[in-house]
Nanobody, 127 residues
Framework: QGQLVESGGGLVQAGGSLRLSCAAP????????VGWFRQAPGKEREFVAA????????LYADSVKGRFTISRDGAKNAVYLQLNSLKPEDTAVYYC????????????????????WGQGTQVTVSS
């Protein structure tokens, strides 16, 4: 952990929005798929979204589909997760992770598929 850096978390009311960023200081995201996971207190880490290195392929957890959007900016070497219509149950520490892109698939929804992780950023949604 610690090779990626997340930012953008915070406290927001239900229905609000946040944009999380994931950066890779000293390295490039080129050829890497990037995923977002989250972990709430007392719960296991769960998959949220993933994007292929080109951005042409994305995956979402059913719980966030239609509300969250993953995107990437090659020029800025960053990956974003736009969180809209937030709910209290979205409260968690959000982590970004990267893996050499061998093609997004079911394995891309699992933490063990990823090689590099950040320290996480806290998102708290109040009701």
């Amino acid at each position: 952990q610690g090779q990626l850096v997340e930012s953008g978390g915070g406290l927001v009311q239900a229905g609000g929005s946040l944009r999380l960023s994931c950066a890779a200081p000293g390295r490039t995201f080129n050829r890497y798929a990037v995923g977002w996971f989250r972990q709430a207190p007392g719960k296991e880490r769960e998959f949220v979204a993933a994007t292929s290195w080109s951005g042409s392929s994305t995956l979402y957890a059913d719980s966030v589909k239609g509300r969250f959007t993953i995107s990437r900016d090659g020029a800025k070497n960053a990956v974003y997760l736009q969180l809209n219509s937030l709910k209290p149950e979205d409260t968690a520490v959000y982590y970004c992770a990267a893996a050499l892109d061998l093609g997004l698939g079911s394995d891309s929804r699992t933490a063990h598929w990823y090689d590099y992780w950040g320290q996480g950023t806290q998102v708290t949604v109040s009701s």
